[in-house]
């Protein structure tokens, strides 16, 4: 099983920052993708931003210019720098991870507990 703890969550006002954190723990071989995705009320969940073990990144148009996905793979550790942050920024952001517990096994897809993201006007 692999573990995800996001941290970095909470209350800015628009136009501010935020750095959202996931650290990957558990019986992990391999991790392929890390990404973000956010779910706000009464909507589907989303994806926010995307990087691959090789270091290619893919952002939502609602957020290309304004948030930068960064990965840490000594630490098994992804990051979301969230710039210039609006009102519709708010969500629950959900770290996720697709990765393998060993060379035999298949990958699996795993997701963090959720980190709040509140943007006020």
């Known amino acids: 099983q692999v573990q995800l703890v996001e941290s970095g969550g909470g209350l800015v006002q628009a136009g501010g920052s935020l750095r959202l954190s996931c650290a990957a723990s558990?019986?992990?071989?391999?991790?392929?993708?890390m990404a973000w995705y956010r779910q706000a009320p009464g909507k589907e969940r989303e994806l926010v931003a995307t990087h691959t073990t090789g270091g290619s990144t893919n952002y939502a148009d609602s957020v290309k210019g304004r948030f930068t996905i960064s990965r840490d793979n000594t630490k098994n550790t992804v990051y979301l720098q969230m710039n210039s942050l609006k009102p519709e920024d708010t969500a629950v952001y959900y770290c996720?991870?697709?990765?393998?517990?060993?060379?035999?096994?298949?990958?699996?897809?795993?997701w963090g507990q959720g980190t709040q993201v509140t943007v006020s006007s």
């Open positions: 996720n991870a697709v990765a393998r517990n060993s060379y035999y096994s298949p990958q699996y897809k795993y």
């Open positions: 558990g019986s992990i071989f391999t991790i392929n993708v």
